[in-house]
């Protein structure tokens, strides 16, 4: 999933947008993965929400936006780390 920076002018998040490719999506997600190996099933399976979630954002910051920004970047971190924190305490309990 791949999105375009919709400022006009240049922001922080404007090289991470125009430089980010599938491959280092697809890093990201293997080493999040590969990381919560050690954590059990509960966080593995955080892990794969966590990337699913965060296509679902990008999705929704593309439908109501035409893409995203610096600041849209941050808080799509801010509500993966959420959602995570929700969902695991969820499985753990």
Known sequence: ???FYVR????L???MVENSSQKELFQA???GLVVSLFGGGAAILCA???TFFGFFLTWVWRKSLGGVTGDLLGASIELCEIFIIILFYILIT
Do not use: D, K, M, Q
Not at 8 to 11: A, D, F, L, T
């Open 1 to 3: 999933v791949h999105s």
């Open 48 to 50: 794969l929400a966590a």
């Open 13 to 15: 998040g404007r090289w």
């Open 29 to 31: 997600a293997l080493f």
């Open 8 to 11: 006009s002018e240049g922001g």
